[in-house]
Structures are given as C-alpha cells and as structure tokens.
C-alpha cells in the first residue's frame, strides 16, 4: 500500500524552527523529485522548495530563501524541511509531494502555525 505520511508541524513562536517529515512507503522516495507547498487560509497553494531526483538540486521560493532546508534521506526514505527563523506569514497547511514519471504521490498536509 502506498502511503505518504507528513508529520512535525505544530505551534511555533516567531523566530522559532519546525523540521516537518514525509515518509513513504510502497514506493522509493530516491526515484522521484521531491516538493514542498503551502496554503494558507484563504490563499491559493503555493511551492515553497523542491529537490530533484538525479542530482537532489535544490529550488527556494524568495519568501524562504535561507530560512527553509529542503533534504532527503533514503535510507529512510524520508524528505524533510527544515524550518528556521518563522514568521507569521508562514503560517500555512504545509503540503510534500512525491513526482514520479508515471504517478505522483501527495501527504495529507500538516498544520503550520507561527504565532506569539
């Protein structure tokens, strides 16, 4: 069965960090380029970062350029995104999904929320 499991979000002050997770399984995370998005309330979705599949080149949107790290592990076939230095506008439903050459594989979203 294939799943796409997030976890790690959660309540956070400004300033503060989450490392949110996705975890597959039935599929090999290595083969397939990874993103990250988000949607806010009231907002459309929007990408937040991506990592390829070949040579795990990296993509940030401006928002959270040198804030935000995007890193895969195969060995536990898990992406992560580490997220540094938040601000309220981060606050946001966070979104990986898996990009395959075939089939594509979205987690079930994880809840952001930066506040004081």
């Given at each position: 069965?294939?799943?796409?499991?997030?976890?790690?979000?959660g309540?956070?002050?400004?300033?503060?960090?989450?490392?949110?997770s996705?975890?597959?399984?039935?599929f090999?995370?290595?083969?397939y380029?990874?993103?990250?998005?988000?949607?806010?309330p009231?907002?459309?979705?929007?990408?937040?970062?991506?990592i390829?599949s070949?040579?795990d080149t990296?993509y940030?949107a401006?928002?959270?350029?040198?804030?935000?790290?995007?890193?895969?592990?195969?060995?536990?076939?898990?992406?992560?995104?580490?997220?540094?230095?938040?601000?309220?506008?981060?606050?946001?439903?966070?979104?990986?999904?898996a990009?395959?050459?075939?089939l594509?594989?979205?987690?079930?979203g994880?809840?952001?929320?930066v506040?004081s």
């Open positions: 069965q294939v799943q796409f499991v997030e976890s790690g979000g309540l956070v002050q400004p300033g503060g960090s989450l490392r949110l996705c975890a597959a399984s039935g090999t995370l290595d083969d380029a990874i993103g990250w998005f988000r949607q806010a009231g907002k459309g979705r929007e990408g937040v970062s991506c390829s070949s040579d990296t940030y401006d928002s959270v350029k040198g804030r935000f790290t995007i890193s895969r592990d195969n060995a536990k076939n898990t992406v992560y995104l580490q997220m540094n230095s938040l601000k309220p506008e981060d606050t946001a439903v966070y979104f990986c999904k990009y395959g050459n075939v594509s594989y979205w987690g079930q994880t809840q952001v929320t506040s």
